[in-house]
Every structure is written in C-alpha cells, then in structure tokens.
C-alpha cells in the first residue's frame, strides 16, 4: 500500500483537483484506492459527491477513537474509489493531535490496518504547517506538491523542504507545477529554473477552465472532459509520478 500525501504550505495550488485526478487514474488502471480528505472544506469529498455518516463529527471521532476507521469509509459511484468524506470537526485535528500521546503518529497507526485492503491511499492535506501537518508526514510515503510557478509558491517548496530536514523526516517530496500560465514570463522562467531539479516532476498541469469545471461537474476531469489536454496533462503527470515512486 503506497499513502500519497497532496500537500502544499499554500493553498489554492490545486491540491485536492490533483488528489481526485489521480485517484481516479489510479483506480482506472485497477488498483484500490483510498482517498482520505482531512480539509474541512470538504472539497474532495464534494467532488466525489460523497458526505459523512450520520454520526456527528465523525473527522473529529476518527481521530480520537470515537468511532473505528472502517466506520468513516464510504464508498463512491467508482467501484474501486472509496474515500473517508470530511465535516468541518476536521478543523479541530491540530488541538486533537497535539494533545494525544503519539499523536503525530496518528494517521500512520490508523492506516497501519489497511495494509492489504488498498493499493493507493491519497490523503488531501489542507494547506500549513502545523501537528497534523506532522503526522501526515509520518504517515505518507511521499508528498506529492503541486506548486504554482510563482515567487511565493516556490518559496513555501524551499521552507517544506528545509522543514523536512530539520526535523529528520524522510518522507520524499515530489512537485509539480500546477496553474501554469506559459503567456506569463515568470511562469515560463520558472518551469525552466526548476526542470533539472529532481524534486519536480517534467509533466505539468496548465491552468485551463476544464480542471474548474470539476467542481460544476462534482466529478474528475475523465468523467466529462476525457479527451481534453487537461485529462492528458494529468494522465502525463501520473504516469511520471509512479516512475518516481
């Protein structure tokens, strides 16, 4: 089982597009896939048209022993897509984590017991850094970053990488470029600063209206707009991604 993190320090990168992208690229070439959305906006639980149990705060339950992770699984209208929908007691995960024993390991210990159910677990991270930042990190084999070609996004890749370091966690952080607008010189020259860096991937996802269209849609982009390049962008960047992995 291979837990995927989309994570960013910022938000608005297009995490959660990339999350439900490739989840569904997963599934497509058969594998099981898990999508656990710890955002309490919920985005990728609407895009996949699924809402928690009926069970009150069952984000925050999750996480304090409340109820068992297999009572917070839902499945989807994709056969071999189940996801882990979130409310907004998700807000309330950083104080939870913070003040449960071993609580950075949390997610790690929860997953611990999917081994053999999934192949791909993807878990779409709300943008910062804080505990359940943490655990997240302990618990993903890698962080997938999508990363806007901008000053400012390239600035929060260097603090998540320097991060990373300082806190002696090996999880590996593999980017790439979301949103890129290739009419604008800044986004240009830095997909060709960055293009040698082993940390990025070479395939990246254009900023076109399609991938915005998921959310008029409540679904992936192959649901609507397979033949699109934005479905072929993604299917690039996945292919890449698994080489990496």
């Known amino acids: 089982m291979v837990t995927l993190a989309l994570y960013n320090l910022k938000g608005g990168v297009g995490k959660t597009a990339g999350c439900v992208n490739m989840a569904y690229l997963a599934a497509a070439e058969g594998y099981k896939v898990l999508v656990w959305d ?10 996949f048209k699924t809402k928690p149990g009926t069970k009150n ?6 996480l304090d022993h409340g109820i068992e992770l297999s009572e917070a699984i839902r499945s989807t209208e994709f056969e071999l897509i189940n996801i882990i929908p979130a409310d907004l007691s998700a807000r309330h995960a950083d104080v939870q984590l913070n003040d449960m024993k071993q609580g950075k390991k949390r997610i790690k210990n929860l ?9 791909y677990v993807f878990l779409d991270c709300p943008p910062g850094l804080s505990v359940l930042h943490e655990a997240v990190f302990n618990a993903a084999d890698a ?21 990373l370091k300082d806190n002696d966690l090996d999880t590996q952080p593999i980017c790439y470029f979301s949103m890129a607008d290739l009419r604008k010189t800044l986004h240009n020259d830095t997909l060709e600063a960055y293009y040698s860096n082993k940390d990025f991937l070479k395939n990246y996802i254009p900023y076109l209206s399609d991938v915005e269209k998921m959310g ?25 991604l698994q ?3």
Not at 57 to 62: A, D, F, I, R, V
Request: charged fraction near 20%; proline fraction near 5%.
């Open 216 to 240: 008029t849609h409540h679904a992936p982009l192959m649901e609507f707009a397979n033949s699109g390049y934005a479905a072929q962008c993604y299917r690039d960047a996945w292919k890449e």
């Open 57 to 62: 705060n069952e984000s925050k339950k999750l």
């Open 143 to 163: 962080l997938v970053m999508p990363t806007i070609p901008t000053t400012l996004s390239m600035r929060s890749y260097d603090m998540v990488k320097s991060f």
């Open 243 to 245: 080489k990496h992995l």
């Open 111 to 119: 997953l611990s017991g999917l081994k053999g159910s999934y192949d």
């Open 38 to 47: 710890l955002d309490p906006q919920g985005a990728a639980s609407f895009y």
